[in-house]
């Protein structure tokens, strides 16, 4: 990807902004159409050093046990070492970085967490040309294996990049393989979909138009999954099983995720940083599944990348 932008490609953060802005309301409001009774919560807050926003997050509902989901604008005077390790010409610089941020954990534990961010980064410098970079993506952390759901998942992910270079989903999803991988556990977080880094390799206006396919096509590939299995009948087996698998999350969260970091490193609001962790998660002991359950099914088949789009 180029290390800079011409001139005449400047980045328009408020436009980036807007959208985001936009896209915050629109999934908050559907995730809230599933709840008969619990409410967001708005959290609306200012950063010391510059920016702030807006948390919404929903607790105790009878589908979602947390869903958050968090817009800001933040800035600052030199960028976090997470923001600037892949690019260490850029260290030091000025920045603005906005994006939405959401995690959702159900309490049925045959509909799956999910997870998905879109963000604008803009580095500058006195005397030479902002540099601009979005990244993003969605996954999708299930605590039991459904293949129907998976593939609906990565043709949405594919959908969702298709317009933009027939180069983008495969790049991207095994970019998504590689990124939610526990190292320590042999396992992938859950059967991926997008990431993407650095991203500039388009103009300005066509890469915020692939961001906004992303970001509207998550909640268009999640919400049908969330309708299919909130009424799937379980009991305290799953919920042990979801508690013991959420570990995983948390494992991943603190140990690996750059957005955690980022936030952590740029002194943001670690209420809004940690909504990301699930209410309740359990680790147990050499916990290993029976054989043929589907509970070993999950870690056997599921956990690992695969061609879900050639899947049956």
């Known amino acids: 990807m180029a290390e800079s932008n011409p001139a005449r490609d400047v980045a328009d953060p408020d436009a980036a902004t807007a959208y985001f802005r936009d896209l915050q309301n629109r999934i908050v409001e559907r995730l809230a159409a599933f709840e008969p009774s619990a409410r967001f919560h708005a959290d609306t807050w200012t950063r010391a050093e510059g920016g702030g926003g807006d948390t919404r997050v929903l607790a105790d509902g009878e589908v979602f046990e947390r869903a958050g989901v968090n817009f800001s604008r933040v800035l600052g005077g030199a960028l976090p070492a997470s923001a600037s390790a892949r690019r260490p010409e850029l260290a030091g610089r000025s920045f603005i970085?906005?994006?939405?941020?959401?995690?959702?954990?159900?309490?049925?534990?045959?509909?799956?967490?999910?997870?998905?961010?879109?963000?604008?980064?803009?580095?500058?410098?006195a005397g030479e040309d902002p540099v601009w970079w979005f990244g993003g993506g969605f996954d999708l952390t299930p605590y039991y294996p459904f293949t129907d759901d998976a593939v609906a998942w990565h043709r949405a992910a594919h959908a969702a990049c298709a317009p933009f270079g027939k180069d983008l989903y495969?790049?991207?999803?095994?970019?998504?393989?590689?990124?939610?991988?526990?190292p320590h556990r042999n396992e992938t977080r859950g059967i991926g979909g997008l990431f993407f880094d650095d991203f500039n390799e388009l103009s300005f206006a066509d890469a915020l138009a692939f961001v906004q396919s992303v970001g509207d096509g998550f909640i268009e590939a999640y919400a049908p999954i969330v309708e299919k299995r909130r009424h799937h009948d379980w009991g305290e087996r799953e919920r042990a099983f979801q508690l013991y698998r959420r570990g995983r999350y948390v494992e991943f969260n603190l140990l690996y995720d750059r957005g955690t970091l980022f936030g952590l490193q740029s002194r943001g609001r670690t209420e809004s940083i940690l909504m990301s962790m699930p209410p309740l998660a359990a680790w147990q002991y050499g916990f290993k599944p029976e054989p043929d359950s589907p509970e070993a099914a999950l870690t056997e088949r599921f956990l690992v990348p695969r061609d879900w789009l050639a899947a049956e």
Not at 106 to 125: C, D, G, I, M, Q
Not at 171 to 182: A, G, M, S, T, V
């Open 97 to 125: 970085a906005t994006g939405v941020s959401l995690v959702i954990h159900p309490r049925n534990p045959y509909v799956p967490t999910s997870h998905a961010n879109v963000r604008l980064f803009v580095a500058e410098k």
């Open 170 to 182: 495969p790049r991207f999803k095994h970019w998504c393989d590689e990124y939610f991988y526990l």
